[in-house]
């Protein structure tokens, strides 16, 4: 299986993520991994931190002459801004951010031992993790991007563009929407929260394209390709719902306008019109693109703070105000890019297995001629 652990503060000297699991033989270019480091950075609403930070991973371990050899890979982001012994103490929670509840687990009277690690810094970490297995799925022809689709009030319409489309679109938007004309509302709406000393959520959608049918299981619940999905992305901070396909549209509808009916060709053997499942039935890909939603909430800090409490005088004040973003819905897709390829990674290798990737692109052209003839 492919797993990995992450570590480091938000102000702490680096982000380290470790992946065990990744099979011998993999290719890996540093300036691959830099790049999707890169993409989490931009996004229009984003705030000082990133104009400080030039995040660039170094690989530590499990790499010889460019190419993994089955050991653990270890990364390190190192921190431009690591003053986290100097950082001032924080007495007064934010709402909506993880202050309160970590201080009471954790017995802590200060907010800025929560904070440091409970912070989205924590994702260059997950990004440099989604590299890696982005790389993997690459050798097998599989595809993974993100767009927004929503942020604030504003949603776009990107219809009738096809992967490649939305993912050219995506990338020349200041907030990754791949409608023109929705991006530039939705910048209109960033200024305006900014000005309000307020912030955005919004929705962003990931597609992977070229996932083979059969990904997961529905034989056992914890194998349930789209319930790791669905953990992963809620997972990434402020990510409050996700969705699969048409997701909670379908609770509307008859089942005759949600089922994606199934047709046979030939040469492309079984196919669908239709996608809302989201390439996802019973626990398993289908074959069609996953297509996920989720839902990020607006930021918890505020630059006109809620509401608080003082955790040692108890006495009602306003929350404190660290250095944030107005809107990270665009870097988000970034990460649930990130999260995604892990867990579709995790699946290929235990649908092939495989020590080596020659290894497993034998077992997996296997199955592939298994489903053609099928």
């Not at 199934?262 to 069609?288: L, P, V, W």
């Not at 296997?366 to 489903?371: D, F, I």
């Amino acid at each position: 299986m492919l797993r990995y652990l992450t570590s480091g503060e938000s102000h702490g000297k680096c982000m380290l993520t470790i992946v065990d699991g990744l099979p011998a033989g993999l290719a890996v270019k540093e300036k691959i991994i830099n790049g999707e480091l890169a993409r989490r950075m931009l996004g229009y609403g984003r705030g000082r931190r990133m104009k400080i930070e030039s995040d660039a991973a170094e690989v530590l371990s499990g790499l010889r002459k460019g190419k993994t050899i089955g050991s653990p890979v270890a990364l390190m982001i190192k921190n431009a801004d690591h003053s986290i012994d100097k950082l001032p103490a924080v007495f007064e929670p934010r709402p909506g951010h993880a202050d309160l509840a970590g201080m009471l687990k954790y017995g802590l009277d200060d907010a800025r031992d929560v904070l440091e690690r409970a912070s989205a810094r924590e994702t260059a970490a997950r990004a440099g993790a989604g590299a890696l297995s982005k790389i993997l799925l690459a050798e097998f022809g599989i595809r993974v991007a993100s767009h927004v689709t929503v942020i604030g009030a504003v949603g776009a319409r990107p219809r009738g563009l096809g992967f490649s489309q939305i993912v050219a679109a995506s990338e020349r938007s200041p907030v990754r929407c791949a409608d023109p004309d929705a991006s530039r509302r939705m910048c209109a709406a960033i200024d305006e929260a900014m000005g309000a000393g307020d912030t955005l959520g919004g929705i962003f959608e990931v597609i992977v394209q070229g996932a083979p049918a059969g990904l997961g299981s529905y034989a056992q619940w914890d194998r349930r390709i789209d319930a790791a999905l669905a953990s992963a992305m809620l997972s990434i901070p402020a990510v409050k719902g996700v969705s699969f396909g048409m997701g909670f549209g379908a609770a509307g509808l008859k089942g005759s306008l949600v089922h994606d009916e199934i047709f046979y060709d030939k040469k492309k053997g079984f196919y669908r019109k239709t996608n809302n499942a989201g390439g996802i039935e019973g626990g398993m890909t289908n074959g069609e693109d996953i297509i996920i939603r989720a839902t990020m909430k607006p930021i918890s800090t505020l630059r006109r703070p809620l509401a608080s409490v003082n955790i040692r005088t108890k006495k009602p004040i306003k929350a404190t105000v660290e250095r944030s973003d107005v809107c990270a819905v665009p870097a988000a897709g970034v990460i649930g890019e990130a999260v995604t390829a892990i867990e579709i990674a995790n699946a290929m290798l235990g649908k092939f297995g495989g020590d080596s990737v020659d290894e497993m692109k034998r077992n997996f052209k296997g199955y592939v001629k298994q489903v053609r003839r099928f």
